[in-house]
Nanobody, 122 residues
């Protein structure tokens, strides 16, 4: 069992930065792939980034590559998403998620946080 709680969202101007945090509980945290997804109003939830169990491998959506960085601290049961050069189209609710497999589909992830709102003004 893994429980996830996101924080760090907010309102930021275009070009600004935010760091999202995801606090995880559960003994199996460091055996799980961790990912970030986002959902904008009226759109499907989409993959943003994922990170392997020990942080050695990352994958990003093309739209955020070179701007976002996913990381984890297994000693603290934390996952982070550093977002730089934010754009209005990054506005969405961001979700932390956990998976037992190396996937990027929504259905690959079986534990989800409640989400945190990120709003980027132009």
């Amino acid at each position: 069992q893994v429980q996830l709680v996101e924080s760090g969202g907010g309102l930021v101007q275009a070009g600004g930065s935010l760091r999202l945090s995801c606090a995880a509980s559960g003994r199996i945290f460091n055996t799980r792939v961790m990912g970030w997804f986002r959902q904008a109003p009226g759109k499907e939830r989409e993959f943003v980034a994922k990170l392997s169990r020990y942080g050695g491998t990352t994958v990003y959506a093309e739209s955020v590559k070179d701007r976002f960085t996913i990381s984890r601290d297994n000693a603290k049961n934390m996952v982070y998403l550093r977002m730089n050069n934010l754009k209005p189209e990054d506005t969405a609710v961001y979700y932390c998620a956990s998976s037992a497999v190396w996937g990027r589909r929504r259905e690959d992830y079986d534990y989800w946080g409640q989400g945190t709102q990120v709003t980027v003004s132009s």
